[in-house]
């Protein structure tokens, strides 16, 4: 499976973006999905996930103000981002939850204060 994120840049602290993720394959449907991200200089991280029936979970950084989705046709998932803070600045990555594939390339998101 190749994954291709996109939809980062940068915004402004109280400003919004939506990442896309596209995945190659067809097993993209029955997967849980989840939206990393990595800050300079930490650990990767767990953002936010999405089952294959829809169900949804966040850590409680990005609770209320992150929205996780999918749209199995199209093999894509989504994370909306509003209220952004300069703490969510960092290189935001798809993959399987938990039993992650390869990883793909990330979309860079900076957020200025």
């Known amino acids: 499976v190749q994954l291709q994120a996109s939809g980062g840049g940068l915004v402004q602290a109280g400003g919004s973006l939506r990442l896309s993720c596209a995945a190659s394959?067809?097993?993209?449907?029955?997967?849980?999905m989840a939206w990393y991200r990595q800050a300079p200089g930490k650990h990767r991280e767990l953002v936010a996930a999405?089952?294959?029936?829809?169900?949804?979970n966040y850590v409680g950084a990005v609770k209320g103000r992150f929205t996780i989705s999918r749209d199995n046709a199209k093999n894509t998932v989504y994370l909306q981002m509003n209220s952004l803070k300069p703490e969510d600045t960092a290189a935001y990555y798809c993959?399987?939850?938990?039993?992650?594939?390869?990883w793909g390339q990330g979309t860079l998101v900076t957020v200025s204060s």
């Open positions: 993959n399987r939850f938990l039993q992650n594939w390869n």
């Open positions: 394959g067809s097993i993209f449907s029955i997967n849980a």
């Open positions: 999405i089952d294959s029936g829809g169900t949804t």
